[in-house]
Every structure is written in structure tokens, then in C-alpha cells.
């Protein structure tokens, strides 16, 4: 059974960091690619960054120089780091990967940043 399951999410000032951490189980994990989505409601969903089983990454262009998305193939966990965080950046955040054609998200994790 494919699971995620993302922390590190909460509250933060404009110009603060965040690091949120999505932790996957029932995959071979070095062998695909995550992702990080997000979504503010009633809107659509929005891949924020991607990292490949080889490590290659990209970003959305407005997180371009503020996220960072890395792996860790130890301990099967994808994070992105996110600094100077905007008030546009509340959302909630979401992690996901594929197997075999199918998409596995996790439940998502809210982040909110105060003007």
C-alpha cells in the first residue's frame, strides 16, 4: 500500500522559511519521481516542484530562487524547503508520486504566511 504522509506545515511571517517533509512507504522510492503540488480553495491544483529518481529538479516559475525540493533515498522522504515566503504562498501543500500509472497523494499540509 502506497502511503504519504507531509508535516511541516503552519504559520508564518512574509520573509520567513518553512520546510515541509512528506515521508513515502510502498514504493520502491529511488525509482520515482515527487512532486509538490498546491492548492488554495476553489482553485486548482499546482505543481510547485519536481525531483526525479536521478535527482534532476524544477520549479514552478514564481518559487524559482525561494524552494528548494531534495530527496533523501535513506530514509524515503521528499522535502521542500521554502524561504522568503509570500502571503501568495498560503496554500495547502501536497506531495505526490506515481506508480505504475497511478497518482498516490498524501493528505496535504496547510501553510498560511501573514502579510
Known amino acids: 500500500q502506497v502511503r504519504l504522509v507531509e508535516s511541516g506545515g503552519g504559520l508564518v511571517q512574509a520573509g520567513g522559511s518553512l520546510k515541509l517533509s512528506c515521508a513515502v512507504s510502498?514504493?520502491?522510492?529511488?525509482?520515482?519521481?515527487l512532486n509538490w503540488y498546491r492548492q488554495v480553495a476553489g482553485e486548482q491544483r499546482e505543481l510547485v516542484a519536481s525531483?526525479?529518481?536521478?535527482?534532476?529538479?524544477s520549479y514552478t516559475e514564481s518559487v524559482k530562487g525561494r524552494f528548494t525540493i531534495s530527496r533523501n533515498n535513506v530514509w524515503n522522504t521528499v522535502s521542500l524547503q521554502m524561504n522568503s515566503l509570500k502571503p501568495e504562498d498560503t496554500a495547502r501543500y501536497y506531495c505526490?508520486?506515481?506508480?505504475?500509472?497511478?497518482?498516490?497523494w498524501g493528505q496535504g499540509t496547510q501553510v498560511t504566511v501573514s502579510p
Open positions: 505526490k508520486t506515481r506508480r505504475q500509472g497511478l497518482d498516490y
Open positions: 510502498g514504493i520502491n522510492f529511488k525509482l520515482h519521481e
Open positions: 525531483i526525479t529518481s536521478t535527482g534532476s529538479t
